[in-house]
């Protein structure tokens, strides 16, 4: 099982999220590219520091939108935000080249993200981006989103996640982040969904249901005040449950 | 002799300069990359089109200054300024790399190519950051600038360039652009002065005096209203002149 | 009968629309404010010119986007939302200011204009910054627009516009930009429309069908290369035509 | 004594400095005006604070630099400055306005602060945009520099200040921030030299020697974590020797 979390979220003067903490413990990262967060300075520290504790790197790449930090949606165009994502896509591979490593694998950021779940323009625009790029480029993110289906169509290596600390509908989707008790902040309980994931490809909805949820990687989410400790506690729960900790896709 | 422009300088709504004019006739394209002007998709159309030509591709790398199109000095600090480039080489490579090209070298924009004839730690900064992408870029800027000094120590190639529409003073510097006769526009005299410099290396500066200029590449500039016209009589006067009009570095 | 035309759309190195030609036709100035175009400097020179012409100054506020140009839906938050209009209304009421004049009504701009048709939050978010700013500035918008009733409940002075260069549907929606015929290019034609607009309140839909359309404003498009020319024919048809060309609210 | 502190220094998902803790105890607020730091929503936010507290709010005016937090020296003409410096007072002079209070004086931020220190240039224009806004703004710098030089003689009111937590050569200039010992962050010490300054007048340079600094208002700085502590350091102090805390101009 994969466990991957996003970092490379400051900015300037503005610092976010605990990078040196998650990259010692995830195995791989969702960089941002500079498009809703993440200065060239930051994105190449957080390339080399990833590299350093062998962690895979992916491109994070989200709307052009610091003031909104991607988490608006935004209705770009499909010429217009297949270009952006390209943009993103050589500017982090860029980061990652100048720390000896590589870019394997691109994850919309934010509002982004939400919308390819049902946007085919939007879908289809990233995944044109990702097969002018590099067709080796995996592609992360939500099992049954049209990202997803679109990626396959276009021969694209997928990998379905799941959010140990985001709350369920019963119908597989997520909790909106609006809405009271959208994010869990107990390790205790995050690690315990962690383990149920993983070895049982189940969750427990806000209904008390219990869903099936295939995912390959596991995300832990990096601006929560405890991420770290979160993770780690994943991370830990994970191998006492004899659940191999590894990337998706190697780093290069 | 080489013949560059600057292009893809377009963002958004706001259109600048005749790139489809003048990539039909230069041999080398200095792109913008998104920093000092250059809206991703106009990068990625304007890559596309300089493949097609048979146009050599060149990152214009710039200060962060959409506002004031890279013409402003910006006291960066080297490790931000050397990480600005970086981001801004690699996303022009996605986009060159998309088009089936590659970017063979790098030169920088307006203020900051006023700043690294001087500025040692600016200069560092554009060097290591093309170091630490790809060795085997060339640098296009002014002869004796501190920036082709310190590539060249870094065993970078430098590649020299001269202004065919800008006056000169005696002392081998630019006319400011603030200063009245600072460009020139009639395409038979800028044509007369790229010959002048092809052939015998030389052009009489403002007070009258004939100065030594090496030159492996001639400068047209892309945002003036006759840009084309004045590229297009430069090229057929080198050619009438038995010059060679070929990129300093093939294309990819 | 008042003409509206939006104006200050250049940005740094970037001109548009011809601000001085409009500037001697119109009698109400949309004049941008920095979010989806109009550097400061542009900003101010607009409004002085405005002052000079006796135009009365309205601010059009945009999403924050200036890589799409205001042109592309944005889902910000209400409370963003009524932040980023109070922002620009501010910034401009400084350039009015300075000019010797005052920003007199509020129009919104591309897609924030669409949106506010029909979508309650964002209208509410204009409405909200409006009243807390001036509760004496009119806002210009769609007849039947969301915006414009809850301006109204809101006890703002609510003005109505048509216009004269796009075509309508049966419905007296705007033919979008991206469909063939929907801006009209031919002067004679958009002052024939703008006659029959001012003196039967009418207009010939794209079916051919007349409909009613109550305008208390006409508004000519500013970044057509002829948008001058057009203006021009349309002051001078309804001027023959014995229409009192004035402004909605007069300048101060 | 006045006690002034920068605030509203956020930007969207970004968060710095405790500006609700600050407004609590200084007088004169310092709040940033969107471009070299502050989304509109939080400077709304922070000048109702401002209000609700009865502190003085001011235009900390800043480069447009928000990836360098307007700390690096950018050179802007000063056509385009002036623009820049009253676009910003007027949007947040809205933001003050929709609190129901004002702006009173205007602070330049950062490398605008310390270039208008010597730079004839943009002192002036940062003085025209304020005479151009509103004569009874008054101004806030460092004694001695052209920036109140400059305002004085056009015939607005100057404001002196020291920085208590910020070590001081024996010319009476700032150690700058690069350099060890820059910041002081020991609460009792700084609030020690706060009473130095404003019994007597003096402040100890970084050499021992005592240095005579003139200062109608102190200045603490935000974004220190202790920031708050600080500041209520040094206001108890002051009371207790005897100091009036009051702003050097009234809240409107």
């Known amino acids: ?29 969702n960089v941002a590219c500079g498009f809703h967060a993440g200065d060239p300075l930051t994105l190449q520290r957080t390339c080399a520091l990833a590299h350093q504790h062998g962690v895979t790197i992916g491109a994070q790449v989200g709307y052009r939108d610091l003031a ?4 608006r949606f935004i209705d770009v165009g499909p010429a217009d935000l297949s270009a952006d994502v390209l943009y993103q896509i050589g500017a982090l591979a860029a980061m ?26 939007q879908a289809t625009a990233i995944v044109d981006a990702i097969c002018a790029y590099d067709g080796e480029l995996a592609v992360l993110g939500l099992p049954g989103s049209v ?3 679109t990626a396959q169509v276009a021969g694209l290596r997928t990998v379905t996640e799941a959010f140990v600390d985001r709350a369920y509908r019963a119908d597989a989707t997520l909790v909106p982040r609006s809405e009271a008790g ?38 832990v989410h990096g601006d929560t005040p405890n991420a770290t400790v979160i993770a780690a506690a994943v991370r830990g729960a994970l191998i006492e449950a004899g659940v191999d900790v590894n990337p998706f896709i190697a780093p290069r």
Chains 1, 2, 3, 4 share one sequence.
Not at 15 to 28: F, I, N, Q
Not at 97 to 118: D, F, N
Request: a negative charge; charged letters at 20%; glycine letters at 12%.
């Open 1 to 29: 099982m994969d466990l991957n979390a996003d970092v490379g979220e400051s900015f300037g003067r503005w610092t976010l999220g605990d990078d040196a903490g998650l990259l010692a413990v995830v195995t791989s990262a």
């Open 147 to 149: 990202l997803l289906k």
């Open 182 to 219: 959208a994010l869990l902040h107990d390790p205790a309980q995050v690690a315990e969904r962690a383990v149920q994931l993983a070895v049982q490809g189940t969750v427990t909805a806000d209904d008390g249901s219990l869903i099936e949820v295939s995912a390959e990687s596991l995300c």
């Open 68 to 71: 909104g930090f991607g988490r």
């Open 96 to 121: 990652a080249r100048a720390a000896g490593s590589e870019v394997r694998y691109v994850k919309p950021h934010g509002a982004l993200y939400l919308a390819v779940m049902t946007n085919h323009g």
